[in-house]
C-alpha cells in the first residue's frame, strides 16, 4: 500500500502548475477548496465547465476510509463484482461494533467474542483485496485518520458522514454511502455535484470557557440542519491560526450536522506542528514548501464575497459556552440560560449522564483541558455528581493520556473509561436502567432522538468536553460554570495543550498491513449465518414506467437515515441485509396517524409495522414508494437507509428536500429520489393514494419528470417533480444499480472452444 507521504509528495508534484493553471482558465484567484479540487479533476479539462450547485465532477480521491459497520456491506458488494484487488489506498477501522457497557477492558472483551465472525471476515477480506486493517480497540476511524493519513490539499472520502474531521488538517474529506466507497476503491472516479462555497471567517481568539467545540455549535445554529446542504464550507481569516489542528477538526467534524459536503481549514504552523508530532515530518515539509497553495489566494480572504456564495462572519471574542440540543443539533443554548428553556419545555434540568470524547472531542487537547478542570475539582473535595463517560478516541490518544495522568485526573471524580470506540455517540450504549425521562450532556456531535440509547426518553444536549465536564460535577444545567459556585467552589477555567511535551505514545493499536499477494487469503461467508450474507444483483430497470405505485409510507418532518435504518442492537446485521431489514422505517413517524414505525399496509388495509409491510410488498412483487419532507435522509452515511428500501421493492422517494448523501445513496441502489417541484404537493398525498412516476424513457438530467397522484376516492393530481440525476447516474438507475454497471465493467473469463 501507497505510504501517506509517498501519496501526498504526487498530490503536491503537480499542486501550483494545476492552480495556476485554473486561475487563468477562470480568470480569478481560488479558494482553497477550488484548489484542492482542481489538483482533483480526473479531466483537467473540464475546469471551465464547473458551474457551482449545478454541474458535477470527477474528482480522483488518493484514499478510501470504511468504518466496520459499512465496511461489511461494501467487502460483500466488492466481492459480488467480481473484483480482486482495490485501484486507491483504502483502510478498514473496526470502531462500530463494541458496545458500551462496563468499561474498556470489559466491553472490548465482550466485543471480541460477539463479533469475532465479522471480524474475521473484515480481516481475511482486508488481506485479500489489498486493504488495512485497524483492529477493535485501535480507535475511532477520524482520530485513526487524523493520526496517520489525513494531509493538507488531499482529497478523501469515507464511509461516514463525520469523514470531514480530516479537514482540520486541509484536507477536502468527504461522508459517503458506501457505493461511492466502492467506485473509489475500483478506481472509479468520485461523482459529485460541484458544491456551492461558504466561507466562514474567523477574527480574535477563544478564552475561557470557550472552546473550538463552540465555533461549530455558534455556525449550527446560524445556518441550521440544512443550511450546508451541496456546500463546502471554507474557513478563513486571522482567527483560523488561533485554533489547534485538533481543534479545527472538531469545527469539521461536526459541518456534517449542518448538512455540508465537507468543511476545511488552510494550512498553518499550527496544522505543521501536529503533522511533526505524529511522525510525519516529511509531509510537513512538503506541504511547507507549497504553502501558499494550502491556503485561499490573498484577494479571497481581502474580498471574501466575491468568491464565495455566502459568508458568515465569527468573532471569536463573542463566542460562549454553548449546549445545542435537545433532538437537533442546530437548537442553540448560552450555558446561562439552557436551565430555563429546559424547565419550559419539560426537559429534566438533573444530569443523568455526562459523556466525554467521541471522534468529535477527544483529541489530546480536549482531554488536557478537562482533566484540568477535574484536578482542580478534586483538590477541592468535588466529584461527579452525574454518571461520568469517557471515550478516548484512539488507542495513541488513550496511551498518552494514560501515560501524562490525565485518566488518573478524570477517574479521581468518578469517570469511567470506555472502549477506544464510538459506543454511545452511535447508540452503541447498553443502558437499561435510563427508561424514565433524561438529560444527558455530551460533547459528541449528534443529538437526534434515540440516537445515543434508542430511546425518546433521552434529551441529550451536545457541548465541549470543558462543558460537559463542568455539568457532570454540577449535576443540573442550572449552573453556568463561569459565574455560579458547586458546593462553595467556583471553578477555574480550563487551561490545555494541544500537544504532549513528551510526544505521543502509539500504545498498541495493532495496525494491519495487507500482504503483497493476498489472492490465496480465503474470505469465508458461513451458509446460513445471521451476521453475513451474499449480495445477488438488484434487478434492471425493466424500461416501463411506474404507475399507480402504493405510498408505504408518508414521513412526517424529521426522517433521519436513524430512523430510516436503527443503529445500537442493529448494527449486528449490517452485513446481512435480510436481517437488517427488519428494521426498514422502523423510527419514522407516520404522517397520517401520528404514530412510529407502523402504517396500514396498502394490499390488505391492516395495520402493521412498516418492516412488515415492506417485506408484505416485497413478498407480493409489488413495487412501492416513500414520500418524505424537508431533507430527508439527514444524518449519518449509512447505505442501509438506501439498500434496505431497494431490497424490499421500493423504487421511488419522492421528497420535498433530500440530505446529500442519502440522496447518492438511493441513487447509487437504483432508487430515483424525487423532489416536488411544487412543496405543497406533500399535503395532498393521502394514506390510500397512489402514486406514477411518468415519462421515464425520457429521463435527462435537468430536465422535470411528469408524476400522477390516484386519489383514493379516484380523483386524479398531476405534479411534477425534479431531480439531480446526471447521465452517468441514470445509467445506475437503467442498470438497477451502481454496482451493476460495475459488474458490467468486469473482463469477462474466456471460455473454452
Not at 446542504?229 to 481543534?247: L, R
Not at 449546549?323 to 439552557?338: A, F, I, K, M, Y
Not at 414521513?555 to 435504518?565: F, L, M, N, Y
Amino acid at each position: 500500500m501507497t505510504s501517506p507521504s509517498t501519496l501526498a509528495g504526487r498530490v503536491y508534484e503537480h499542486l501550483s502548475a494545476r492552480v495556476a493553471r485554473a486561475r487563468t482558465v477562470l480568470g480569478r484567484p481560488l479558494t482553497l477548496t477550488e484548489k484542492v479540487l482542481v489538483n482533483h479533476l480526473r479531466d483537467a479539462g473540464a475546469i471551465a465547465s464547473l458551474e457551482r450547485g449545478r454541474s458535477y465532477a470527477d474528482l480522483d480521491p488518493d484514499r478510501v476510509a470504511l468504518q466496520d459497520a459499512l465496511a461489511q456491506i461494501v467487502v460483500l458488494q466488492f466481492m459480488s463484482a467480481g473484483l480482486t484487488r482495490v485501484e486507491r489506498p483504502t483502510t478498514v477501522h473496526c470502531d462500530h461494533l463494541i458496545q458500551a457497557r462496563t468499561d474498556a477492558r470489559a466491553d472490548l472483551s465482550r466485543a471480541l467474542d460477539a463479533n469475532a465472525e465479522v471480524y474475521e471476515f473484515l480481516r481475511t477480506a482486508c488481506a485479500r483485496y489489498g486493504i488495512g486493517f485497524w483492529p477493535p480497540g485501535s480507535g475511532i476511524i477520524h482520530q485513526v485518520v487524523l493520526e496517520n493519513y489525513a494531509f493538507p490539499g488531499g482529497l478523501m472520502i469515507g464511509t461516514d458522514s463525520h469523514t470531514p474531521n480530516a479537514g482540520g488538517l486541509g484536507m477536502v474529506a468527504v461522508g459517503v454511502g458506501g457505493g461511492d466507497a466502492l467506485d473509489a476503491m475500483t478506481g472509479e472516479p468520485f461523482n459529485v455535484r460541484s458544491p456551492r462555497l461558504i466561507g466562514v471567517h474567523l477574527t480574535g481568539e477563544l478564552s475561557g470557557w470557550a472552546a473550538p467545540k463552540d465555533v461549530i455549535l455558534r455556525v449550527a445554529g446560524l445556518l441550521t440542519v440544512n443550511g450546508g446542504t451541496g456546500a463546502i464550507v471554507e474557513y478563513f481569516g486571522p482567527g483560523a491560526a488561533s485554533i489547534s489542528a485538533t481543534g479545527k477538526a472538531t469545527i469539521c467534524n461536526m459541518g456534517a450536522e449542518i448538512g455540508a459536503t465537507t468543511s476545511l481549514f488552510p494550512y498553518d504552523d499550527r496544522s505543521a506542528a501536529y503533522l511533526k508530532a505524529t511522525r510525519r515530518e516529511e509531509i510537513a515539509d512538503a506541504a511547507g514548501a507549497v504553502a501558499a497553495d494550502l491556503c485561499a489566494d490573498p484577494e479571497v480572504e481581502a474580498d471574501p464575497d466575491r468568491f464565495y456564495d455566502r459568508v458568515v462572519e465569527i468573532d471569536l471574542t463573542t463566542i460562549a459556552p454553548l449546549l445545542n440540543g435537545p433532538d437537533t443539533p442546530d437548537r442553540v443554548h448560552e450555558v446561562g440560560s439552557v436551565a430555563a428553556w429546559a424547565r419550559a419545555n419539560g426537559v429534566p434540568t438533573t444530569v443523568s449522564t455526562a459523556l466525554i470524547g467521541s471522534c468529535t472531542n477527544s483529541s489530546y487537547e480536549d482531554i488536557t483541558r478537562a482533566a484540568s478542570i477535574a484536578r482542580h475539582a478534586a483538590a477541592h473535595g468535588l466529584r461527579a455528581k452525574a454518571q461520568l463517560l469517557v471515550t478516548p478516541g484512539s488507542e495513541q490518544v488513550r496511551a498518552t493520556i494514560e501515560r501524562d495522568g490525565l485518566l488518573a485526573d478524570l477517574e479521581a471524580i468518578g469517570a469511567t473509561v470506555l472502549a477506544n470506540a464510538c459506543g454511545p455517540c452511535i447508540g452503541q450504549w447498553d443502558r437499561p436502567e435510563a427508561d424514565e425521562l433524561n438529560t444527558i450532556v455530551s460533547s459528541f456531535n449528534r443529538n437526534f432522538s434515540k440516537r445515543n440509547d434508542g430511546r425518546a426518553t433521552t434529551k441529550a444536549f451536545v457541548a465541549s468536553p470543558e462543558t460537559v465536564l463542568a455539568y457532570a460535577l454540577a449535576g443540573t444545567l442550572d449552573f453556568d460554570p463561569r459565574v455560579d459556585d458547586i458546593d462553595g467552589v467556583r471553578l477555574a477555567p480550563p487551561v490545555g495543550t494541544d500537544l504532549p511535551a513528551g510526544g505521543f505514545d502509539p500504545g498498541s493499536g495493532g495496525y494491519e498491513p495487507p500482504p503483497a499477494d493476498g489472492s490465496r487469503v480465503e474470505v469465508v461467508v458461513r451458509p446460513g449465518s445471521e451476521r453475513l450474507q451474499l449480495l445477488t444483483p438488484f434487478p434492471a430497470w425493466d424500461g416501463h414506467d411506474f404507475r399507480e405505485l402504493p405510498v408505504l409510507l408518508k414521513a412526517r418532518g424529521k426522517c433521519t437515515t436513524d430512523e430510516i435504518s436503527a443503529a445500537g442492537a442493529w448494527l449486528r446485521y449490517r452485513g446481512h441485509i435480510e436481517n437488517i431489514s427488519g428494521n426498514l422505517f422502523a423510527g419514522v413517524t407516520n404522517a397520517f396517524t401520528g404514530v412510529v414505525g407502523e402504517g396500514r399496509d396498502p394490499l390488505d388495509g391492516e395495520v402493521r409495522t412498516f418492516p412488515e409491510i415492506a417485506r408484505h410488498l416485497a413478498g407480493a412483487n409489488t413495487p412501492w414508494c416513500a414520500v418524505g419532507d424537508t431533507n430527508y435522509g439527514e444524518g449519518s452515511s449509512r447505505e442501509h437507509a438506501a439498500m434496505e428500501p431497494r431490497y424490499r421493492g421500493g423504487v421511488a422517494i419522492l421528497a420535498r428536500s433530500f440530505a446529500r448523501i442519502h440522496e447518492t445513496n438511493l441513487k447509487k441502489q437504483g432508487i430515483l429520489p424525487l423532489t416536488f417541484v411544487d412543496p405543497d404537493v406533500y399535503d395532498a398525498i393521502g394514506p390510500r393514494d397512489r402514486v406514477s412516476v411518468l415519462d421515464l424513457a425520457a429521463l435527462a438530467p435537468d430536465c422535470v419528470v411528469p408524476c400522477r397522484l390516484t386519489h383514493g376516492d379516484g380523483t386524479v393530481t398531476e405534479f411534477a417533480c425534479a431531480h439531480t440525476l446526471s447521465d452517468a447516474q441514470i445509467e445506475w438507475f437503467r442498470a438497477g444499480g451502481a454496482l451493476n454497471v460495475i459488474r458490467r465493467r468486469q473482463p469477462r473469463p474466456r471460455t473454452a472452444g
